[in-house]
């Protein structure tokens, strides 16, 4: 006949539990790429949060400049796994229905007042979107910020919604950074 164990004869003792953590924490505290695990990890998990597998979306975006402002509105479908997204401009009239697409490293868009398909050269790739402060390239990286950044948790405070972490991205050499 087997007795169940009380629960404080089933607790570890706080002292060898911190001696076993401390070499796991230190172990996995740095990748080898100099990025924080931890860090990492709460990238991947806001990312895989944001964007699923396949999504659908609709955005509005205020470009606000010291002469004029406009505020955009788009649709966008996204397919991580393709590696492909399409997004289609709903508002203002004077861009509705023009499409861009994108299909591993390729941008194109479809302006329907000319009723054609244009393919974004790698020249075009650094020139601004709609006006905006992002570029073509942009499009392209959505989500390279995890691989193309080290990433270090730089803080940690307590608020009433929760716990808030600061994290410190830092552009690798190899990253195409403007």
């Not at 911190?18 to 924080?36: E, H, M």
């Not at 400049?65 to 649709?75: A, G, I, L, N, V």
């Amino acid at each position: 006949m087997c007795q169940d164990a009380s629960p404080t004869a089933m607790k570890p003792s706080p002292l060898l539990t911190v001696w076993t953590l401390i070499p796991l924490l230190v172990t996995l505290k740095v990748s080898a790429a100099g990025s924080d695990v931890e860090a990492v990890a709460l990238l991947r998990k806001s990312e895989n949060a944001l964007r699923a597998s396949s999504s659908v979306s609709v955005y509005r975006m205020e470009l606000i400049r010291p002469d004029w402002q406009r505020t955009m509105r788009f649709r966008s479908h996204d397919d991580r796994k393709k590696n492909r997204f399409r997004m289609e401009i709903l508002s203002p009239r004077k861009t509705r229905g023009t499409l861009f697409f994108k299909e591993g490293n390729k941008l194109s868009v479809y302006l329907p007042k000319l009723r054609r398909e244009v393919h974004i050269s790698p020249i075009m790739m650094h020139d601004p979107w709609m006006g905006s402060d992002f570029n073509n390239q942009d499009l392209l990286e959505a989500g390279a910020l995890i691989d193309s950044y080290t990433h270090q948790v730089v803080g940690r405070e307590v608020n009433t919604g929760g716990e808030v972490i600061s994290i410190k991205s830092v552009p690798r050499s190899d990253a195409s950074v403007v």
